[in-house]
């Protein structure tokens, strides 16, 4: 009981931030104040894949992932959030350096003032489903390696009301008392970097207001519980991803957070 008690106390502060920040994030989004630039246009193709990725503490990165996604077997658009603005004009200054020759069609950035941290993503898919899009998105971290099959084999998992993605784990009511799944079963959590997942995720305004303010930067773990309470299936996905620059990831700061969040979402997981 003591134990608890202390936890609690260690993760208050964290809640409290995490809550006058989603506050404010919410108030710019209702205000229309988030908007992506173009940086760059490559071959216009309307079959176009979208990919999310946020940025904050990996600049140095930019280059590899521009490269990568230009090399994929299909054309992919790259819709770039970044929580870093001092980081900014290095962004901009490589995406324009940068000529794509291959799969790429599109980057395009947005710079935000307030660090909103991975629920940027959904802000970026509510906005294609307002345009009209349909269909799956992918979320793509940057410190993850891909290869020139990536966008095709995790398509090969996607579809209407799926979650599928590279890192996938089957839990037994408890964050941390889980197994990786195997490709093709059906999972627990899906993380969002490395993932497809249906555009209809942010079909429905609730998956923003009924976010609990303490946890609202644990966006993985809400997806997956936003999903799940709706009948959804979330997959392991057949993909190789290689990893990068770990020291730099804040899930190392998170894991008592995340713990709490799930016990929180009271899930019954899949057998």
């Known amino acids: 009981m003591a134990v608890g008690r202390v936890l609690r106390a260690r993760l208050r502060p964290a809640r409290l931030i995490a809550a006058l920040r989603w506050r404010i994030a919410m108030g710019r989004y209702r205000r229309g104040l988030f908007r992506l630039s ?11 894949v979208p990919v999310i990725m946020c940025l904050w503490n990996r600049p140095e990165r930019i280059d590899a992932i521009l490269r990568q996604l230009d090399r994929q077997h299909r054309p992919v658009r790259l819709l770039l959030w970044n929580n870093a603005p001092a980081k900014a004009r290095h962004y901009r200054e490589r995406v324009a350096s940068f000529t794509p020759s291959g799969s790429l069609t599109e980057v395009a950035l947005y710079t935000s003032r307030l660090n909103v941290g991975g629920l940027a993503r959904f802000f970026i898919a509510r906005k ?17 390696d891909i290869r020139p099959e ?30 990786p799944a195997l490709p093709g079963e059906i999972a627990s959590y899906v993380g969002t970097g490395g993932s497809v997942c249906d555009l209809d995720i942010v079909s429905d305004p609730a998956f923003f207001t009924t976010l609990p303010r303490y946890y609202a ?55």
């Open 128 to 144: 294609l489903w307002q345009a009209g899009a349909r269909g799956s998105f992918i979320m793509l971290d940057d410190d993850e």
């Open 217 to 271: 930067f644990l966006e993985d773990l809400w997806m997956c519980g936003f999903a799940r309470r709706r009948g959804w299936r979330l997959v392991k996905a057949d993909v190789q991803i290689d990893f990068v620059l770990d020291e730099t990831n804040q899930h190392h700061e998170l894991g008592a957070l995340k713990g709490e969040f799930y016990r929180y979402l009271r899930l019954t997981d899949p057998d």
């Open 38 to 48: 173009t940086l760059k246009r490559g071959a216009a193709d309307p079959a176009s």
């Open 150 to 179: 990536f966008v095709d084999d995790l398509l090969a998992s996607a579809g209407p009301h799926v979650i599928a993605g590279f890192w996938a784990w089957k839990m037994k009511n408890d964050y941390w008392a889980r197994t």
